[in-house]
Structure formats: structure tokens, C-alpha cells
């Protein structure tokens, strides 16, 4: 395998062309490492470029976020100041916009899915996002045994599941984020990085984002098999998808996929189908003058009946009501 030397972005604004993240996603790096198996599969990254530091706070500025299902020993703190489209953490399916702020757990599956827009070739947009990331033993083995990290660790536990930041708490940590970004070395970028932990910790503004029992479940079996389907259901949702064709990516038949399915992420395929369907089907709905039955069509409703039905049933109103609420 070839490999390609990529400027390091540590603590610094990176700008990134089209062809530079086709290479990205391509090759393998010392310092940022990103290994292609084969058509959707995983993508094994190691997000931490240098180990002067205790953890990163950068800037990412990019046609368009990275588009792979993942999941990286580093937890995650991650700020949306620039893009749209749909979250998958865990078995969590939500729409994202600008100032979606989501603190992520080592390990946890996820993936921020741009709208169709973001990919067209002459496409103005930009994926602009500030993020945090670092190893829960960043201080040394020994530290989060503290009996003043108490808090802390019971805030990385919850992380497993993938949590959402609102409200006071938000606003309390955005400009914490940049002031950790502009501050690149010092003790008082490790006081900075520690109050944002404490904020966090003793917040009643955060909410789980994947079920309970996800994580177990899915790092106790083979991720190969169920990034293969995760793969193929977010490239090709909006076509009539048959669960044949998801259980011959498992190379297993159809009965046996169900299970594994059920198994690995407590909902079934055509669940989880239904989900990222409606997600995609919301932010159609906000950004788009179409109207409600040719939105169901390109999200791969054949039926308008089944559409309503499939996004009160998630959504609580009707796609009518959802959009007269955004005005």
C-alpha cells in the first residue's frame, strides 16, 4: 500500500480539497492513519497524530465530514458550526444542524452523513466542525481513580451511549472550545480541558443518544459483517432495498440475518431501514419545497401511506405538522 504524507493538524485550522479527501480516505499515514479494507467496510483511524499532547482540539473545515461508519478508542466532543444532514451514533438516528454538540464514548459506532448536496461535484458547501478528542487514561492510568474524578468517570460511562449537550450547558462550553482550539500549549490549556470534563459531569442538560445495550452488543461480535449493511443501507436507502440483499452482504440467509441483526443493534433491519429513511425524510422536509409525496419517494417510500404512517410512528406528528413547525 502507497503512502502519502498529510499535513498534521494539530491544534490548527485544516482546509482540505475534494482530491485531498479522496486521498485521505485512501491511504494509509504516519500521522493521521486511515486503512481502506475494501468497498463498505470499516475504516480502522487513528485520530491522534502526535503524542506530545494529552489530547486534541482542532478545527475541521471540509467538503464534506468523513462519510464512513467508525469508531476510534479517543472519546469525542464534537461542536457543528458548519453542516447539515444525519447523526448515527450508536442505534441513535437524529437529524444534525449547525450547533449540534455531542460528547461521544471510546468506541461508540458513529458517523455525521451530509446531505446529498455536500457531494455533488460543484457543490458550495462546507463541513466546518470544532472537536475534542482524547483517551479516557490521557493523565495516566492512575488519575480518573481519584476520589475528586468521581464525577468524571461516571460522565465517561454515560459517554458509552453517546451524549447530546443542550441548553445552558452548551452555551457555557462552545466558547471553551475555542479558547482550547487557540491555546496550544500551557498548564492552563490542561485547566481548561478539566473545567469543560467538570461542566459536563455535573450537567442535567445532557441526553443518551444510543440505547443501553448497544455498545455490548456490537463489539461482541464480527463489526465487518454489520459495517458492510450499515454501509450499504446509508448509500442506498432512498431505492427499494431488499433484506435479501442485506442478508447476501452477511453471507448469511435470510432468517439468520434477522436474528443477527436483532442481535447486534436491539431493533430489526428493516427498523433501522424505516429510521434512516425518516432522518434523511426530516431534513428533506425542513430545507425543501417538494411536496410530502415526492420527498417520501426520494427516501424510498413507494407508498405515501406507509410514509405517513412510518414518521408519526417515529416522529410523533405527521411530516405536514413537522414542517409548519420550522416554519
Not at 120 to 133: E, G
Not at 283 to 299: F, H, P, T, V, W
Request: one cysteine or more; a positive charge.
Amino acid at each position: 500500500m502507497q503512502r502519502k504524507q498529510i499535513r498534521k493538524y494539530n491544534s490548527c485550522e485544516i482546509l482540505f480539497t475534494y482530491d485531498e479527501i479522496l486521498a485521505i480516505l485512501c491511504h494509509y499515514t504516519d500521522n493521521n492513519t486511515i486503512i481502506s479494507h475494501s468497498t463498505m467496510q470499516a475504516i480502522l483511524r487513528k485520530v491522534n497524530p502526535s503524542a506530545d499532547y494529552s489530547f486534541i482540539a482542532r478545527v475541521d473545515n471540509l467538503p464534506f465530514l468523513y462519510e464512513k461508519w467508525h469508531f476510534h478508542p479517543e472519546m469525542e466532543l464534537n461542536y457543528i458550526v458548519q453542516s447539515r444532514g444525519t447523526r448515527f451514533v450508536g442505534d441513535s438516528i437524529e437529524e444534525f444542524e449547525e450547533g449540534d454538540l455531542t460528547f461521544l464514548g471510546s468506541n461508540l459506532p458513529h458517523v455525521w452523513k451530509n446531505d446529498t448536496a455536500y457531494f455533488l461535484p460543484d457543490s458550495p458547501l462546507r463541513a466546518k466542525a470544532k472537536v475534542i478528542q482524547f483517551l479516557p487514561d490521557c493523565f495516566g492510568p492512575d488519575f480518573l481513580k481519584l476520589k475528586e474524578m468521581e464525577s468524571i468517570r461516571r460522565l465517561f460511562e454515560n459517554a458509552k451511549r453517546g451524549l447530546k449537550i443542550a441548553g445552558k450547558t452548551k452555551e457555557k462550553i462552545i466558547p471553551m472550545i475555542d479558547q482550547l482550539i487557540q491555546n496550544k500549549s500551557g498548564i492552563q490549556r490542561i485547566g481548561l480541558f478539566l473545567t469543560i470534563l467538570e461542566i459536563l459531569a455535573e450537567s442535567e442538560e445532557l441526553t443518551f443518544l444510543s440505547s443501553e445495550g448497544f455498545l455490548d452488543s456490537y463489539h461482541r461480535f464480527d463489526t465487518d459483517t454489520i459495517n458492510r449493511v450499515y454501509e450499504f443501507t446509508l448509500s442506498q436507502f432512498n431505492r427499494r432495498i431488499l433484506i435479501e440483499e442485506a442478508a447476501a452482504l452477511a453471507h448469511m440467509s435470510v432468517a439468520n440475518f434477522c436474528r443477527y441483526f436483532k442481535n447486534r443493534t436491539q431493533k430489526t433491519y428493516v427498523q433501522f431501514l424505516t429510521e434512516v429513511r425518516i432522518g434523511y425524510a426530516c431534513r428533506m422536509l425542513i430545507e425543501n419545497k417538494k411536496s410530502i409525496q415526492q420527498i417520501a419517494g426520494d427516501c424510498g417510500f413507494h407508498n405515501l401511506s406507509n410514509f405517513n404512517r412510518a414518521f408519526k410512528l417515529l416522529k410523533n406528528q405527521n411530516p405536514t405538522a413537522y414542517r409548519a413547525a420550522f416554519g
